[in-house]
C-alpha cells in the first residue's frame, strides 16, 4: 500500500495490491480525476489517460486555449461557477449572492492510518499500519476559505473511503448549498446501474438498468435512509455477475436524507456524487466555522458482486461495528411483539419467557407496551417510566426476575418519538419537529421531536438513562416509526431551519453514543419500523438492526438476499414468527422459517406457550443448532449462490474462513410438476480437500462424500420428487420448502 505525490507531474497514486487510483492538479490548478480500478503500476505520470478537445460551444477556462475546458474533463470535487455544467459536487453561496467559485490546489498531506470523523460514523482502524490518508487542501482566496478533501486507502481490502471537510474564514461567511461527500467521474457509461428499492415489508430489493443519458439516482427526503431506497449503489460491467466481471460499489454512512446520483453526459462521461441530499439543506458558515460530510466507501472488485459484498461484509463488521459485540456470537432472543402486542401483563410476560428458558433461548425481549398509559400506538411514546399496572414491580422488578431464570433481558424504547396524549407532548408541544401553528401530518399516530435540539436529547437522554441504569437490562431494541413530513424547529429563526434535517441525525448520533460509553456491555440493535434505517450509520453505533418488519420466510428470502449485497449476516437481525405470518398471511413450515432466520442473528417473535409439543421440540434442536453454528453462520464469507429474483429456486452458502466448514441453504418457492433435475454449484470451498454433505433436518439425507472441485464445478444435487412422480423418489414436500446442508471436511 502506497499515497505518492509526484512531484513533476503534479499527480497523486493510491494503490494497494488490488486498486489504483489517480489524481491530477490540473494546469488551472483544480483537482482532475485521471483513473480508478484494478491496480496499475506506479509511474512519474498518467498524462496520457488526460485527454483534450476542442469542442464548440464549450466554456474554456483560458484566453487562447480552447482545448481545455472543465465541462470536458474528469474532475476529483466539481462545482458550478468555474465552467463546468454538469451535476455539482458543491455549491456555495457568498453574501452578495455570487456563487462562482475557484478552489485551487494549496497543499496535500498524507497520513498513516486513518483519522476520526467528529460528530459522525465512519470506518476505522485499529492499528496505523492498516490504511494511508491523502488529505488535499484547496482554497479560494477571494473569499478565504478551504476544502478539504479526504482519501483512505486500506493496505488490504479494495476499499477507498472519501468526505469533505469545508473551512471558511471569510468575515461575512458563506452558505452551504450542497455538498457531497465524493465525485468519481468514469471514462464510459458502459455500466447497469443497480439499486435497492422497496417500500415497508418488501425492503432492499435489487433492480437494474442500464445507464443512459441523463441521471438516474436513488435517494430519501425522509429524514431517514427510508424502506423505498438505501444509501448503495452498485455499477457493474454488462458481463459482470456474481462471480465474474468489473464491479463498483458505493455506499455512504449516513442514517438521514441522502442522495447517490449517477449522470451520464452527452460525450459518455459517467458522474457518481453520494452525499446529503441538497432538498431543505441551507448551511451557514460564519468565520472560524466548519462543515464536515458523511463518509462514502467505494469498493473495487474484479470478480463478481459476491467478492464486492465480502469486502464489505468484513469492513462494515469488524471496522465500521464497534465495541465488546462486534466479535461475540450473538443472543438466540425471544420478542414478544407478535406474542401478544400491547395486551399482557408481568404472568403472561414470564410465562413466554419460562417457555423460552426451556428450549434454550438467552435473551428475553419486553417490545412496545411497557412504559406510562401505553395500551395502544395513540399515546405515551416520550413518557418513559413503566406502566405499573402492567408490571407490578417496573422494569427493574421484572428483568431481575428473568434474569433469576438464567436469561438476559432486553428492552424496548421508541426515543426519538412522542403521542399528543403523552405528559412530554403536554409539558413541550415546542418540542415537535413540525410547525405547531398549522395542521401537521401525523403517521401510526406519533409524532417527531425535534433531536436538533441538544435539551430535547438531553431530556431523553435522562430518561433512558435511568431506566438502564436501574434495571438489569442486557439488549435495547431502538425503533423509529415515522418518517419526516413537515421540518420546523420551533424557536428557532430561519437561518437555521436549513440546517436542521441534518442536526435531526447529529442528535440521533450523539444519544446513541452517550449511551454505548455509559453502557458498553448492552447490545444495541437498530430498528426503523421494520428496515427503513438499515444503513452504515446506524452499524456504527448498533451492530444488528431489525431488517424488516415482515418475517415471512419466504419474503425474508428476497429481503435479506437484497441486504446481503452490503451489509454483512452479523447485522441482519433474523426472526422465526407464527404462521400464518401477521403481515403477509402465509402458512410456512417451521423449517424453512428456521432455514432462512440462521442466516443473521437468529431468534424468536411469537406465543411459544401456545404451541404443541412437537414445534417446541423442534425448536430446541434449531437453538442447540444455532448455538453450534453461529459464530460461523455469522462471520463466515457469505455467497450468494442462485437469486430469488429470477428463480423459483434460490439459494446461499457460508463457508469458514479455513474453507474446512460450510452451510448451504435452498429455497424453493412453488413446487413443480414433473420438474427438471437441479444442483447448485457451491463456492468457497478448496477444490483438493474432501467433504461429506450432510442435510441438516428434514429426511437427514447423507449426500455422501464429494471433493470441493466437484460440489464447485459440477454441483450438489437437490434434485427430490417434484423431478418425476410425487411420492416415488422421496415424500411430498410441497411449496415453500428448504434444505440446508451441513459440509465438513472429511
Known amino acids: ?283 451557514e458558515l460564519q468565520k472560524g466555522e466548519m462543515f464536515q460530510t458523511p463518509e462514502m466507501v467505494m469498493v473495487y472488485s474484479e470478480h463478481g458482486m459476491n467478492e464486492m459484498s465480502q469486502t464489505y461484509h468484513e469492513l462494515y463488521r469488524t471496522r465500521l461495528a464497534r465495541g465488546i459485540w462486534r466479535d461475540k456470537e450473538r443472543p438466540i432472543l425471544i420478542n414478544n411483539w407478535e406474542a401478544t402486542y400491547f395486551d399482557f401483563n408481568e404472568e403472561k410476560i414470564l410465562q413466554i419467557a419460562r417457555k423460552a428458558k426451556e428450549i434454550g433461548i438467552e435473551l428475553f425481549v419486553l417490545d412496545d407496551g411497557w412504559f406510562g398509559k401505553r395500551n395502544w400506538d395513540n399515546c405515551s411514546l416520550g413518557d418513559w417510566y413503566p406502566n405499573l399496572e402492567k408490571l407490578r414491580d417496573g422494569i427493574a422488578g421484572l428483568s431481575k426476575k428473568i434474569e433469576e431464570m438464567g436469561m438476559k433481558f432486553g428492552l424496548w424504547f421508541e426515543p426519538e418519538m412522542v403521542n399528543k396524549d403523552s405528559d412530554l407532548f403536554r409539558e413541550h408541544p415546542d418540542w415537535l419537529l413540525a410547525d405547531i401553528r398549522r395542521n401537521y401530518c401525523h403517521s401510526r399516530n406519533q409524532y417527531i421531536l425535534d433531536f436538533s435540539k441538544k435539551e430535547v436529547v438531553d431530556h431523553i437522554h435522562r430518561k433512558m438513562q435511568k431506566i438502564l441504569s436501574e434495571s438489569s437490562i442486557s439488549y435495547v431494541k431502538w425503533d423509529m416509526n415515522r418518517s419526516f413530513s413537515e421540518v420546523f424547529s420551533n424557536g428557532n429563526g430561519k437561518s437555521y431551519q436549513g440546517k436542521v434535517r441534518h442536526k435531526y441525525i447529529l442528535g440521533v448520533y450523539d444519544l446513541y453514543e452517550r449511551l454505548i460509553q455509559e453502557f458498553p456491555e448492552v447490545l444495541f440493535e437498530s430498528c426503523a419500523s421494520g428496515g427503513a434505517r438499515f444503513d452504515p450509520g446506524m452499524l456504527y453505533y448498533a451492530p444488528q438492526a431489525w431488517t424488516s418488519d415482515n418475517t415471512d420466510a419466504v419474503d425474508r428470502i428476497k429481503i435479506q438476499y437484497g441486504t446481503s449485497y452490503v451489509y454483512p449476516l452479523s447485522s441482519i437481525g433474523s426472526h422465526v414468527s407464527a404462521s400464518p405470518n401477521h403481515q403477509v398471511f402465509r402458512n410456512t413450515s417451521l423449517d424453512i422459517r428456521a432455514n432462512v432466520a440462521y442466516f443473521g442473528t437468529f431468534g424468536y417473535e411469537l406465543d411459544i406457550t401456545k404451541l404443541p409439543e412437537k414445534e417446541l421440540d423442534q425448536m430446541k434442536v434449531q437453538v442447540k443448532f444455532m448455538k453450534a453454528n453461529r459464530k460461523l453462520l455469522q462471520q463466515g464469507t457469505f455467497y450468494r449462490l442462485q437469486s430469488p429474483f429470477e428463480n423459483n429456486s434460490s439459494a446461499w452458502e457460508v463457508v469458514s474462513e479455513e474453507k474446512d466448514t460450510a452451510f448451504a441453504a435452498y429455497f424453493r418457492v412453488l413446487e413443480p410438476s414433473h420438474g427438471k433435475f437441479e444442483r447448485i454449484c457451491l463456492k468457497g470451498l478448496d477444490p483438493e480437500k474432501k467433504y461429506q454433505v450432510k442435510e441438516c433436518f428434514g429426511a437427514k439425507i447423507d449426500c455422501g462424500e464429494h471433493y470441493g472441485d466437484e460440489l464447485m464445478y459440477a454441483g450438489l444435487s437437490v434434485s427430490d420428487c417434484s423431478s418425476g412422480l410425487p411420492g416415488v423418489a422421496r415424500e411430498q414436500q410441497g411449496d415453500f420448502f428448504s434444505r440446508l446442508f451441513e459440509i465438513r471436511e472429511v
Open 1 to 283: 500500500m502506497a499515497i505518492k505525490f509526484h512531484h513533476t507531474s503534479k499527480e497523486f497514486h493510491l494503490y494497494n495490491e488490488k486498486i489504483s487510483y489517480v489524481i491530477k492538479v490540473l494546469k488551472n490548478d483544480q483537482l482532475g480525476h485521471v483513473y480508478y480500478g484494478r491496480k496499475l503500476t506506479d509511474k512519474e505520470s498518467f498524462e496520457d489517460l488526460v485527454e483534450y478537445a476542442t469542442r464548440d460551444m464549450a466554456p474554456y477556462s483560458f484566453e487562447g486555449d480552447s482545448t481545455f475546458s472543465l465541462e470536458h474533463l474528469k474532475q476529483e470535487y466539481p462545482t458550478f461557477g468555474s465552467g463546468d455544467t454538469r451535476y455539482p459536487a458543491f455549491e456555495l453561496e457568498r453574501e452578495d449572492g455570487s456563487r462562482a467559485v475557484d478552489f485551487k490546489y494549496q497543499s496535500h498531506e498524507i497520513i498513516k492510518g486513518k483519522r476520526k470523523l467528529e460528530g459522525l460514523p465512519a470506518v476505522y482502524v485499529e492499528n496505523e499500519d492498516e490504511a494511508e490518508t491523502l488529505e488535499i487542501t484547496l482554497e479560494d482566496e477571494q473569499i478565504h476559505t478551504k476544502i478539504i478533501l479526504s482519501y483512505t486507502i486500506f493496505s488490504q481490502r479494495s476499499v477507498i473511503t472519501k468526505h469533505v471537510r469545508f473551512e471558511c474564514e471569510h468575515p461575512e461567511g458563506i452558505t452551504l448549498l450542497n455538498c457531497m461527500s465524493g465525485c468519481l467521474d468514469l471514462p464510459d457509461k458502459e455500466y447497469e446501474m443497480i439499486e435497492f428499492a422497496g417500500s415497508w415489508n418488501r425492503e432492499r430489493h435489487p433492480h437494474s438498468r442500464k445507464l443512459t443519458y441523463g441521471i438516474q439516482s436513488v435517494y430519501s427526503m425522509r429524514g431517514c435512509s427510508s424502506h423505498q431506497f438505501n444509501p448503495f449503489l452498485i455499477l457493474k460491467r454488462k458481463n459482470a455477475d456474481e462471480f465474474q466481471g468489473e464491479v463498483l460499489g458505493f455506499s455512504l454512512v449516513y442514517s438521514g436524507d441522502f442522495i447517490g446520483q449517477v449522470e451520464v453526459d452527452n460525450f459518455d462521461v459517467t458522474r457518481v456524487v453520494m452525499g446529503i441530499h441538497p432538498n431543505e439543506f441551507r448551511w
